[in-house]
């Protein structure tokens, strides 16, 4: 790897302090036994023109479950992969048309567990060395895909929390046109909050559940 390809500096300060961040919790969100069945997101971090972004999907309409939910790309594993950074590499390929061949690993990070759905995700964070141009695999899954700038994500104007119907309060984001919300939004509000790049903001701002947003699936992720 040369030093032009090498992770910039900001995205090695939050690598390092989700790593830190993680290993502090991972017994608090480990599965309890190894009946979850496992699966892999892929967090990968790029910049364009400069600007470092994120890779997120827009899952369709008409799924069962998350449905028009923002999301990493993601999902189970499958004979062959090899392990957590296989199946998000895999699953970000299939689901957004990104290259492995030009994605860096930088960290492959403690399982969280989801009780809900009883899945065992593993984030992995990568680095964007080598951008190519993005579609979408499946539109029976993916309605969109789309680089968020981190600005938006930070902005302060664009942050909120979320009140589930269960009555649990998460963390969610205005960015690229979306709500982003559950395990992805608490994902994120954990990298930048252990990372020290959040802005202050109005964590009094406490809306209700939008009507029709997935509600079948809550996530979860350092809200």
Do not use: K
Not at 89 to 109: I, K, Q
Not at 173 to 192: C, D, E, K
Not at 202 to 213: N, Q, S
């Amino acid at each position: 790897m040369t030093i032009a390809d090498a992770p910039p500096a900001w995205l090695r300060r939050i690598a390092d302090a989700a790593t830190g961040a993680w290993a502090g919790r991972a017994d608090e969100w480990a599965p309890p036994d190894d009946t979850a069945r496992e699966s892999a997101v892929l967090m990968l971090f790029g910049e364009t023109a400069g600007e470092p972004d994120v890779l997120l999907i827009e899952r369709a309409a008409g799924l069962r479950s998350h449905a028009g939910q923002p999301a990493f790309p993601g999902g189970g594993a499958e004979p062959g992969d090899g392990g957590p950074v296989g199946t998000a590499l895999r699953e970000c390929a299939e689901e957004t048309g990104v290259d492995p061949a030009g994605v860096e690993v930088v960290a492959a990070l403690p399982p969280l567990w989801i009780p809900v759905s009883n899945y065992s995700v593993t984030p992995v964070l990568a680095w964007w060395r080598e951008p190519c141009e993005v579609r979408v695999g499946d539109p029976v899954e993916v309605a969109s895909v789309q680089r968020v700038p981190l600005s938006e994500l930070l902005d302060p104007a664009h942050r909120l929390q979320l009140r589930y119907p269960s009555g649990h309060v998460g963390p969610a984001f205005r960015a690229g046109g979306m709500l982003v919300w559950g395990f992805t939004a608490g994902i994120l509000s954990t990298l930048f909050d252990a990372a020290g790049i959040t802005e202050p903001w109005d964590r009094t701002l406490v809306e209700p559940m939008p009507t029709g947003a997935g509600l079948s699936r809550e996530g979860r992720g350092g809200s």
